[in-house]
Structure formats: C-alpha cells, structure tokens
C-alpha cells in the first residue's frame, strides 16, 4: 500500500493535468461532508465580457446548493461594471434562479443545465437581464478548490503606509483604498486640493466590487504627499493609504545632498530648475525655451529647441521636453534629495517665419525604459553637477 501511494504522488508531481483531474475527486473527508468548487469562466455571456465566478457546494458528486456572480460592461463598450449574484436552486442538473443587478437594478433569470463530460463541465440555458437574453452554451469547464480559487484572488494595490526610502514608491504617488460606499464622498472632498486624480483609477473594476473596495491612484506635491495621506486615513471609509509606485525610475534618478539645495527647511526649487536646466541644455545640445513647476504635482516641466538635422536645408525646429522631480529621499526629514528626469520627448515643427510647412508625426521617448539614443548621458552629468550618487539596481544600493 505504502509503495502504491507513492506511485501515485509521482504521478500527480510529474503531470499538472492529472494532479488537477486527483483535485477534483471527493476529498477524504467524512462521507456527506460538504465540499466547495468554484468555476471562473462561463463561455458566451455578455458577448464574451463578462467575469463569472459560479460556486458550488457538493457532497460527493452532487451539487446542493449555488451561487453565481457575474460582473459585465454595463453598457456596450462602457467601462462601467454591472453585476448580479444569484443564489441558484438545484434540481438534478438543473439550476434556476432570480435576482437584480446591483447598479441598474435590472431584473434577472437564469436558467442553466450542468452536465459533467469527463473532468470537465458542460452548461447550457439561458440568462436574462432586463430584456437582454443570453443563450448560453460553454464546454470543457474546469473547476476549481476553494483554495485555488481564493489564491487567484489575491491582489496587491503597491501601497506603502510608511516606506524606508523612495526606491520602490514613488514620492509624488499615493494610493487611497477606500469602501465603495465611500469613494464618491471621498472624491469629492479632493475638489479644489492641489491634487491629480487618475482617471483610470476612477473605474470600479470586477474585483472591487467583489471586494467593495476600490483603490483611487492620485499624484501630488511630495512636498504635500504626507499630509495628504494622513488626511486620507482619517477620512471615512478608507481603509489603507500610503505611496505607490508612479513615474520616478530608479535608472533614471540620481541623490545627492540636500544642504546646497535648500533654503532653509524648503527646496530651493529654482536653484534646482536653473542647475538642471543648464546641464541638459548642454547634454541635449539644445537651447533652453521653458521651465515651469506643476503645483498639482511638484514635477518641473523643462522645454529645450534645437535645429532639426532631419532635413537640414529647411530650417526645421526640434521641441525637446523632459520632466523632473525632486524630493527628499524619504518621507519625513533626511540630509538628502532624489532628483529624477524622465526620458526626452521630441517633436519637430516648422518654425521659421512666412508659410510654414505642416509635419506630422509620433513623438519620439523612451519607451523601454532604457537610456535613449539622444539622452548624450544627461543622467550621469546630472550626477556630476550635483555631486551625487546613481542607481546600482543589481546590488541595490546608491553608488
């Protein structure tokens, strides 16, 4: 017996397909005792747009009870999320059930037949929303344990209430978690903050409603960010607050000491601007046309222009736009400042005067991440103007 089991946990290690097919028999529990599957996908519904999650409770091979919860696009093509979940009475293979839908208040019915075909699930019925009908025919359904399937739902929105430094977390990105039932009130209590609000995060996906919980994604002053999120935790309905992650690349940003670069406990942010566009102009080749601070976002948006060598003859103008940010290399107090600039982004225009030529093009930046092949090492002469220190992302330490 004991070297038959061992052949059997051989074959389960070995072949993924057979150690899931072992997964889906009755466990070893006590005869009648109730075990929980879950399907996630369900063929067909909403057009192929919907997200399903169907449990099941079973004893042996019989379902006793179900409840199917579908999230879909409320509209054609829209963003917004609709959802209903159906507690499903059983009878044999089939399984019926009424409910609404939480946002539209939509009436639904459902009308399903399971069949098992092998190790897999075949369903086939008919779902109703509102006067919407989905006919409804899926094969090769694959189950799944409770444990898989809360594994799957495991996710990380990157907030950070309190990080050691600013080289995982962006200094001017800060995330709000917040209760659904309290994001509009929260939303509207940041009208007229010096605050960005990403528009993306406005979207409630499946899985915050699920949760009921959505994660609202801002940019911010690092100069305000603390504040801002100690605000944030004491507002109603939020449930965690911190830095996250945004634009600053570590590949891209230097440190260096703060005592030359401040006016007294302040960031002297023109010194800064008036050093930083010096250099570029020089690495770029450029002259310098602009430079203005973001009050929403504490990012320096610097503009250089040069001669375009495309076609020389007709006096072409490039527009050469790189954003910075700085910030203290930490929350809280430190005798030292992160200095980071992004990837330059390139236009070219015809500027010379009388009728101009109209150009079009895509804008040219780095879109891998990597040292561009018109960046001439500004980076590194950044690091040499302010005698600070770059990246070592391999030993991840300040070199």
Known sequence: MRALLLCLFGLVTASPDFALAQMKLPSKAAPGANEVRYFTSIDGLMDGNADVVLKETRQGKNVTAAVLDVCYPAEKGSDRKDR????????????????????????????????????????????????????????????????????????????????????????????????LDAALDYLKSLKGEAVEVGLGSLTVSCDAMRAGEQTINLTVDPDHAAALIARAKSAPGVIAAGWTSGSMEMDRTIRFAAAEWRDGDKINKDKIASAVSSVLARTLAAKADAAAWNANTGKLKLTFKRPSQVYPALGLTESVEITALVSPDKPGASDRLILWISSPVITTSDEAAGPRLNLSEESSGDEEGGEPKNDNGSVDALAKEFKGQRWDADKSVWK
């Not at 006067?131 to 025919?137: G, L, P």
């Open 84 to 179: 209903f979940v159906a507690n499903l009475a059983v009878n044999g293979q089939n399984l019926t059930g009424a409910t609404q839908t939480v946002s539209d208040k939509l009436p639904v019915t459902i009308k399903l037949t399971r069949k098992p075909t092998g190790d897999s699930f075949e369903f086939r019925g008919q779902i109703t929303v509102g006067q919407t009908v989905t006919e409804v025919t899926s094969s090769d359904n694959s189950d799944l344990s409770e444990k898989e399937f809360l594994d799957n739902q495991t996710t990380d929105d990157g907030i950070t209430p309190a990080p050691k430094d600013f080289t995982e977390v962006s200094p001017e990105s800060v995330g709000v978690r917040v209760k």
